[in-house]
């Protein structure tokens, strides 16, 4: 069984990334009420993922994420829903939760200016979001998503 659609609230960022990060379409909401959070998750069929134990209460389904620690979040999560992938992928932007897809270099010079045109020439793939525009690529920046999701599940659940 897939993952759940979720909705994390403010206290939840780093969180949400890092469930984008593993492609789970996770939207992360700031300055909203807990009433417009809950009917959000309502209408769009979502779980919401709080640190707030009152909201936790009052959205039905909802996961209240006890650690104020990233890996001790990630651990709950994937304890409550061992189908939560622990690889990164580009299917979700870590930034807005928008698609991720192939991006063809060459198109857009500013847009590109931060690429590594010798790799991208040696074929480097990028990829950009449908919603905001980013791109995104494989660069050492992922190495280290990678060896922080790999900790984060071989350790026993907290």
Not at 10 to 22: H, S
Not at 89 to 107: D, F, K, Q
Not at 141 to 157: C, G, Q
Request: charged share 25%; glycine share 8%; net charge neutral.
């Amino acid at each position: 069984m897939a993952p759940p659609r979720w909705l994390a609230d403010e206290m939840l960022g780093r969180l949400a990334r890092y469930l984008r990060f593993v492609g789970c379409d996770t939207l992360y909401v700031r300055d909203v009420s807990d009433d417009e959070i809950v009917a959000r998750a309502g209408a769009e069929g979502r779980v919401v993922l709080t640190r707030d134990r009152e909201l936790a209460r009052r959205a039905p389904g909802a996961f209240w994420v006890a650690s104020p620690h990233l890996p001790d979040q990630w651990r709950a999560v994937r304890a409550a829903w061992p189908d939560v992938p622990a690889e990164l992928s580009y299917e979700r932007c870590p930034i807005c939760n928008g698609t991720l897809g192939r991006y063809a270099p060459g198109t857009d010079p500013v847009r590109e200016a931060g690429l590594p045109t010798e790799r991208v020439r040696a074929g480097l793939e990028v990829w950009a979001c449908s919603a905001c525009g980013q791109l995104y690529w494989e660069g050492s920046h992922a190495a280290h998503i990678r060896a922080r999701l790999a900790a984060w599940s071989e350790a026993a659940p907290a």
